[in-house]
Each structure stands twice: as C-alpha cells, then as structure tokens.
C-alpha cells in the first residue's frame, strides 16, 4: 500500500509517484502489498527533520525512514509484505534542483522518490562501490519507468 500526503504548498500530481512507487516496487521484486508512505512537506518542516535525523542545518530534498528492513526480492523470492517506511520529499528544495538541472520539477521527483525508495530497500551512497551500485539501480529504474509511462 502506497500512501501519499501533501502537506507542501507546491501542487503535484501524486498519480505520477504512485505509478512510480508500485513501478519500482515490482521492479525490486517487493509485495505490493509493502507499504510505503510519501510525505511532500515544505521547506521549514524539511529543515527541522534535517536538522533532527542528521544533525545538519537547512531544508533538503529527500530523507528515508525505513521500518522492517526489508530487502529487494528475486523474481521467484519476492520480498514478503512488510512496513517499508517513509519518503519525505521537498519539493521547493527540488524545484531549485531541477532548475539547475535543466529538467521538469516531477522529473526531479521521480528522481528522488526512487532515490529515497532505494534507501528504504537498504541501498546506500556512502561508498564507491556502494554508490556505483544504487546510482545505477536508480537510472535503470527511471528509464524504465519513462518507458512504462510512454506506453501508457
């Protein structure tokens, strides 16, 4: 179960993060009955959890609360039902972002969604290889995301 809540002043079109979330969800191999929350907060709340969770000042654009540890699966081992946890994303902190970047605001959430749904699946950057690894995950599931989208 994907749940998503707005609580940002910015209008999104959450249809796009749902799609996206159960996309990379099957894609992983994980129950789609995991449930994962996507909380889109605005900039003053974004800094607050920042400055709570990882001790740093300023808004950021995404943080991860995993739950049950849960892993990606296999095609013949999915990965059981379980709480996966929280997304929070910011979208005026991915505004800037995509700005810089030179693409839309809601391709920079998907961007991010992904990139937050994989630490919730245990992934994580602080390594070379580590980072090799989930940031090519992570192109592989948005380009096959935008393919799935296209077809649509």
Not at 89 to 95: F, I, K, S, W
Not at 123 to 128: C, R
């Amino acid at each position: 179960m994907i749940e998503i809540n707005n609580e940002s002043a910015v209008e999104i079109d959450e249809t796009v993060l749902q799609r996206l979330t159960e996309f990379n969800l099957a894609q992983l191999h994980v129950s789609p009955d995991a449930e994962v929350a996507i909380v889109l907060v605005d900039e003053g709340a974004m800094e607050s959890l920042h400055v709570q969770w990882m001790d740093e000042p300023g808004p950021t654009d995404v943080l991860s609360f995993p739950m049950d540890e849960l892993r990606p699966g296999t095609p013949d081992r999915p990965t059981a039902p379980g709480l996966l946890g929280d997304i929070v994303l910011c979208p005026q902190v991915a505004e800037t972002q995509a700005a810089a970047a030179g693409h839309s605001l809601m391709d920079e959430l998907i961007l991010l969604t992904t990139h937050g749904l994989l630490h919730l699946l245990g992934f994580d950057h602080a390594e070379p290889d580590e980072e090799r690894e989930m940031f090519g995950l992570q192109r592989e599931l948005i380009a096959g995301f935008a393919r799935a989208e296209r077809h649509r």
